[in-house]
């Protein structure tokens, strides 16, 4: 069966820092996979999309990046970390029609 | 695109009731829908999804609705019990796309 794993679970960084936050797919091959972030009590932001290995779309421009090097590995990064890019991070799956969420990562910027 | 609205945003409801969230989506060429839970600090889950092929699909206490004329489901649980009490998101996409989803309605059952 497909399990998705992200890590680390949770983070503190301090404003500046850099980021990089990973998750592995296992038990399916060339998935679509997802970063999505969620502020405290709000909904779910789509941030990066990806179809294959080194293809990423973007949809809200900021100082946040993905890549794929692999085709189930899927990375979030920043090279600057802001106060607002606090949140509970997300990386999600979907062969066919369904989709599935990672455990998450929940990032706490200082 | 696709824009997916959710309401209401919040729903209190007694335990042993039935609680009913709705959305409607704006592409026509949408034909999956789901429906994910998200029980607080969790992931959101999928508890239920319907294609547009089919009107109703049920699943226990759970069942979803599809009115592809108007572009509206409904997601309907009854019974409720204390443990039904998440966030609930809603969704459409069209094979390929991505998933839009709709705001969460955040349900409390009261004991």
């Known amino acids: 069966s497909q399990t998705i794993h992200q890590w680390p679970a949770t983070l503190v960084q301090p404003v500046g820092s850099p980021l990089s936050l990973e998750c592995t797919v296992e038990g399916t091959s060339n998935p679509n996979l997802y970063w999505y972030r969620q502020a405290a009590g709000r909904g779910l932001q789509l941030l990066f999309y990806?179809?294959?290995?080194?293809?990423i779309s973007s949809e809200v421009p900021q100082n946040l990046s993905a890549s794929r090097p692999q085709d189930r590995q899927f990375i979030l990064s920043s090279k600057k970390l802001l106060l607002s890019d606090s949140g509970f991070y997300l990386c999600?799956?979907?062969?066919?029609?369904?989709?599935?969420f990672g455990p998450g990562t929940r990032l706490t910027v200082l | 695109g696709e824009n997916v609205e959710q309401h209401p945003s919040t729903l209190s409801v007694q335990e042993g009731d039935s609680a009913v969230i709705k959305c409607t989506y704006s592409d026509s060429a949408s034909n999956y829908f789901p429906w994910y839970k998200q029980e607080l600090g969790k992931r959101p889950q999928l508890i239920i999804d319907i294609r547009s092929n089919v009107g109703e699909k049920k699943d226990q206490r759970i069942a979803v609705t599809l009115n592809k004329t108007a572009k509206h489901f409904s997601l309907h649980i009854t019974e409720t019990q204390p443990e039904d009490s998440a966030v609930y998101f809603c969704a459409a996409r069209y094979y390929g796309q991505n998933f839009v989803f709709g705001p969460g309605t955040r349900l409390s059952v009261l004991p």
């Open positions: 990806s179809v294959g290995i080194g293809q």
């Open positions: 999600a799956w979907s062969v066919a029609e369904i989709g599935f």
